[in-house]
Each structure stands twice: as C-alpha cells, then as structure tokens.
C-alpha cells in the first residue's frame, strides 16, 4: 500500500501535563516529585511529574504502590477544568498554523500542516513555533514528532522528551522503524508485545521479515496494520473533529457503597462530567451504560438503547436510575461506578424522540 510521502505531519505531546498545570500554578511544587490523583489506599495516579517518574512512578499506577516507590510523592487532586482550559488555549494555538486538527485527549493532537498557515517553508520550523507559542502563552513545554505519517510523528514525539523535537524525514522512516522494539511501537501492548517475542519477534525488522499472511493469522484484522507499519507505513489521514465512539467517567471510592443514596450521590458528578462533555462538543448518543464493580473486583455492566439520541441530561439520569434499579438489592458492596454514553454522533443530526430497549 502507497502513502503520500509529501505530507508534513506533526505530532504535539504535552509534557506531563496534568502534573505540568500544577507545579506551573503551585511554586511550591516545582521541582519536586508530584502526583495527580487520589492519595488513599483505593487512589490511582492520573499523571506523574518527570521528578516523579524518576522514581518510576507512572500514570494509572495506585498510589499505595507509588508512595512505595517515592515516600515524598506530593498528591495534588486533579481539576480537569483548569487543565480542559488549558488544553482549549493549546488548541487555539494550532488553528493558528492549520484547520486539519486531530486531537487525540487533552494533551495531545495530530497535525497536518503540509500546507499551513503560517507560510512556513518546513513542518520543523512550524514544530517550533507551536512549540514556543505555547511556552510563551501558557508556561509549559511541548514535544513534537515531525515526520511524513501519523505513525512516524507520534514514535518521534517520545524520542526526545521533554520539550523535545525529533524529527523522521521520508528516507529515513524504514531504518527508524526496524530498530526500535516492538513495545515500542504506538499500538502494540505489553500482552502483543510479549506474544510477538514468544514468536521470535522482537524488533521491527523481525516484524518486517513476517509475511502479511502470517501476521493476520496470528493476530486478526490488526495484523495487517502492523505489517504495514513495520515498512513505515501509515496512510491514515489526519481527521479533524473527529467523534468519540463512546463518552464517560467513572470513579473508586475509598470505602464500599451499601446503600442506595450512596449511589445515587455517587453517579450525579459522573453524569454530570459525561454530559457536559457532550454539550461541549455538540454531540448526543443513543445508549447508556452503567459500569458496576463490587467488593469482590468482579464487574457488570448495564446498558439501555434508545431508538433516537438521548434528548437532554433528565433523559440520561432517567435511564441510570432503572439501569441502577435493575441491579439491586445489592448482595455486596461496590467499589467503582461508571457512566459512559456511545453510538455517538452530531447533535443536529438527530431527532430526539425513541423508543427504549434494554441491553443485559
């Protein structure tokens, strides 16, 4: 398969950003090993500052086993608003240079700019800009991966971080690719990467060397993506606003909800989160799904599927209150709720009238 070797793509990464916010907001912080999230014994770090990280503390880690790790880790809560914010600042940031925008989460985004706005005669000099725009407007560093694919960029955004900028030119991609392992590579996972070294497969030139047969035997549909990218090849597009397919939050508590209005105080800030998401992004979705994980770590989920969208936030409290009744009494005490609503599009796209149908 052929990909355009004249696109200029960039991949923007910001710098642990979470704990980035917070050591920028907080002088007190700075410079010492800092952890966003929960510092109880059910705590999960949501991001770790390079001070941390040291110590080899690591996002989702729980925080009972980073503070073994690092008995000065600083817990801060998080607060998505400020860092939502700050993201939106970023993103004004790029529509200065381009409109072919991809945002991945709140803290990183693919970037076309193979033509862009600024008239800029490289996609290098463009990554630097952005780069310095952003220290200048919001006091934080950024890494950029410059190279022809998304693929490429966004292996090249983590080689050189933090503040970092590499750079994989087009003659360059085939020899980048098959010396890096296979856990490397964006998309491929510690479960994946452990059954390709079982197959004698631990670089991408043993990758390379596998037929596209034999990959799509092995491991599925996914097997052909990885062929490709084993030859530097990734003829994805950069796909401006493109639609989640499922929006949600969810939550561990410190100690196990028994009762009833436990719960139901514990679901309003995720509904809340989930649906201010959705107003945000001007998108509705047909079903709803309720995440149930009890004392005992065994989990269910719960799910109810309208005809058409959801029409409002009284809609989709509607459907978790019965998606809840369904499963109680409770035999035991549950440790971790979750909301998520899918089968998203447009909000103009769809009438809001529908018929239920539940999903056990």
Excluded at 276 to 287: A, F, K, L, N, S
Aim: net charge positive; proline share 4%.
């Amino acid at each position: 398969m052929e990909q355009p070797e004249n696109r200029k793509i960039i991949h923007i990464d910001m710098d642990a950003f979470y704990a980035s916010v917070e050591q920028r907001d907080n002088p007190d912080l700075r410079g010492k090993p800092v952890a966003v999230g929960g510092a109880g014994l059910r705590g999960v770090v949501a991001a770790a500052s390079y001070e941390a990280r040291r110590f080899g503390v690591r996002s989702a880690m729980a925080s009972s086993m980073a503070v073994r790790k690092c008995p000065n880790l600083m817990f801060v809560k998080p607060r998505f608003e400020v860092y939502k914010e700050v993201s939106r600042q970023i993103r004004c940031i790029f529509e200065q240079y381009t409109l072919l925008i991809e945002p991945l989460s709140l803290d990183e985004a693919y970037l076309d700019v193979t033509e862009n706005l600024a008239n800029h005669s490289s996609a290098t000099q463009t990554a630097l800009a952005i780069k310095d725009q952003i220290r200048q407007e919001t006091g934080l560093t950024a890494s950029a991966g410059v190279s022809y694919n998304k693929f490429l960029a966004k292996l090249a955004s983590d080689y050189n971080k933090p503040d970092g900028l590499y750079v994989i030119k087009p003659h360059q991609g085939l020899a980048f690719v098959e010396s890096l392992n296979v856990e490397q590579f964006h998309g491929i996972g510690r479960v994946t990467a452990a059954r390709m070294n079982e197959l004698g497969i631990f670089t991408g030139l043993d990758l390379r060397h596998r037929t596209e047969a034999f990959l799509t035997q092995t491991f599925g549909k996914v097997g052909h993506h990885y062929y490709l990218i084993a030859r530097a090849i990734d003829p994805r597009p950069v796909t401006p606003n493109r639609i989640r397919k499922s929006v949600g939050a969810e939550t561990t508590f410190e100690q196990d909800l028994q009762e009833h209005s436990a719960l139901i105080e514990a679901i309003t800030p995720l509904v809340d989160r989930v649906w201010d998401y959705c107003e945000r992004m001007q998108i509705v979705g047909r079903t709803v799904t309720l995440k149930v994980k009890y004392a005992n770590f065994n989990q269910i989920t719960r799910s109810r599927s309208l005809i058409h969208a959801v029409p409002d936030k009284p809609g989709l409290w509607r459907i978790l209150l019965e998606l809840l009744e369904s499963i109680l009494p409770l035999s035991q005490g549950i440790r971790l709720l979750g909301v998520s609503l899918s089968s998203l599009q447009e909000k103009d796209a769809t009438p809001t009238n529908g018929q239920l149908r539940l999903n056990l």
